[in-house]
T-cell receptor
Framework: DTGVSQDPRHKITKRGQNVTFRCDPI?????LYWYRQTLGQGPEFLTY????????KSRLLSDRFSAERPKGSFSTLEIQRTEQGDSAMYLC????????????FGPGTRLTVL | GENVEQHPSTLSVQEGDSAVIKCTYS??????FPWYKQELGKGPQLIID?????GEKKDQRIAVTLNKTAKHFSLHITETQPEDSAVYFC????????????FGKGTMLLVSP
């Protein structure tokens, strides 16, 4: 296994359009996280899955954002009616369920909303 | 919630010098402190972490220290090389159960040949 993968790597869209990103975690990892990173900032937590259950959502995750992990494997993050403020790097991380929960990140999807 | 402060925001050193990045955290219940290296256009890469049951950890040219009383932890890179140039992030979390990471704002390290 080569690590966490994300698709697409870059997405340019017009304001008001919907976009969907995919994350494939490391195969034996049952925890999956989404983060958002803007220029000059550290990653900020958006939401977290353990297997297929979404266990926590940040207040950063507005009603326009939805995430799924239908079979406990890959996950999708959808943003509806995109706004220019949604432009950011969207990062996915996965971890194996142990006490310290080391998280390994994918390469990210860079979203630009025009 | 947790708040992590990181400094400096930029650090320039000559090849072979040492570099130190410092972070403070606010939640006394935090007990897991990873460090990530992020190169341009890539996701953060876990390079080392420290857990609250130890005060120092070393891996080749990289070392981390933790002072739980003062709630601060540091990354030390010795014998820096140009390929160490990147943005470094510290983070903190409570281990056990599920645990989300709270990140600092990052330090851009530039190592000049």
């Amino acid at each position: 296994d080569t690590g966490v993968s994300q698709d697409p790597r870059h997405k340019i869209t017009k304001r008001g359009q919907n976009v969907t990103f995919r994350c494939d975690p490391i195969s034996e990892h049952n925890r999956l996280y989404w983060y958002r990173q803007t220029l000059g900032q550290g990653p900020e937590f958006l939401t977290y899955f353990q297997n297929e259950a979404q266990l926590e959502k940040s207040r950063l995750l507005s009603d326009r954002f939805s995430a799924e992990r239908p079979k406990g494997s890959f996950s999708t993050l959808e943003i509806q009616r995109t706004e220019q403020g949604d432009s950011a790097m969207y990062l996915c991380a996965s971890s194996y369920r142990d006490y310290y929960n080391e998280q390994f990140f994918g390469p990210g999807t860079r979203l630009t909303v025009l | 919630g947790e708040n992590v402060e990181q400094h400096p925001s930029t650090l320039s050193v000559q090849e072979g010098d040492s570099a130190v990045i410092k972070c403070t955290y606010s939640d006394s219940a935090s007990n897991y402190f990873p460090w990530y290296k992020q190169e341009l256009g890539k996701g953060p890469q876990l390079i080392i972490d420290i857990r609250s049951n130890v005060g120092e950890k070393k891996d080749q040219r990289i070392a981390v220290t933790l002072n739980k009383t003062a709630k601060h932890f540091s990354l030390h890179i010795t014998e820096t090389q140009p390929e160490d140039s990147a943005v470094y992030f510290c983070a903190a979390s409570r281990a056990g159960g599920y645990s989300t990471l709270t990140f600092g704002k990052g330090t851009m390290l530039l190592v000049s040949p």
